[in-house]
C-alpha cells in the first residue's frame, strides 16, 4: 500500500531535485563569467596604458606590432608563431622553438576561436597579444592536469603569411 503513494511522491521529488540542480548550475556558469571578466581586467590594470580592444564575443585585442601584409579572411591558410599562457604568463605551449611556424586555414575548427578570431585582426608581418575568456580557449573542462576550465589566456601571435583562398 506505501509503495502506491511513496512511488509518486519519490518521482516528484526526483524531480524536483534535477530542477534545483540545473538551475543552480547555470547560476555557477554567470558566476565564473563575472570571475573570469574581473581576472581580465585585473591584468589589463596591471598593463596600465596600453590599449586592448574587446571584441563583441569578448576576445581582447592587443596589437603589439602593426603588420603591412595580408589580413585573413575565413578560407585562407595562415602560418604563425604563438605562445599561450595564463595570465600570470606560466606558459603552457608555445612552437617559439620550432622552425616551422604553425599552420592551420582560418575558419576551420583547427584552431581555438579566440585565436582564430584574433587572427583575422591581424596583418602579415603583425604580432598581436590576445585576452581569451574561457569561451573561446578551453571552456568550462580545460584540459586535464594542463589547463583548469573557466580560464581566461593570453595567447602572443606572430602572423608570418597569408595565403588566399582560391
Known amino acids: 500500500m506505501y509503495r502506491k503513494i511513496l512511488k509518486p511522491v519519490i518521482s516528484v521529488l526526483a524531480s524536483i531535485v534535477l530542477i534545483v540542480a ?6 555557477e556558469i ?14 589589463l590594470d596591471k598593463l596600465g596604458d596600453t590599449v ?26 595562415v602560418s604563425f608563431f604563438y605562445k599561450g599562457m595564463f595570465l600570470d604568463y606560466v606558459i603552457f605551449d ?26 583575422q585582426y591581424m596583418k602579415e608581418g603583425g ?9 573561446l580557449a578551453f571552456g568550462p573542462t580545460g584540459i586535464w592536469g594542463i589547463i583548469p576550465g573557466y580560464t581566461p589566456l593570453i ?5 608570418i603569411s597569408v595565403k588566399k583562398a582560391r
Do not use: H
Not at 540545473?22 to 547560476?27: P, V
Not at 573570469?36 to 581586467?41: A, L, R
Open 22 to 27: 540545473l538551475l543552480s548550475g547555470c547560476g
Open 30 to 43: 554567470g558566476t565564473w563569467k563575472e570571475q573570469e571578466e574581473k581576472m581580465i581586467q585585473d591584468y
Open 52 to 77: 586592448a580592444i574587446r571584441k563583441p564575443s569578448g576576445l581582447y585585442y592587443i596589437e603589439l606590432r602593426e603588420g603591412t601584409g595580408l589580413s585573413p579572411v575565413p578560407g585562407d591558410s
Open 94 to 119: 608555445t612552437n617559439l622553438k620550432d622552425s616551422i611556424p604553425y599552420k592551420s586555414k582560418i575558419g576551420s575548427n583547427d584552431l581555438r576561436a579566440g585565436v582564430d578570431e584574433g587572427l
Open 127 to 135: 604580432k598581436a597579444r590576445l585576452l581569451t575568456p574561457s569561451n
Open 155 to 159: 595567447w602572443e601571435i606572430e602572423l
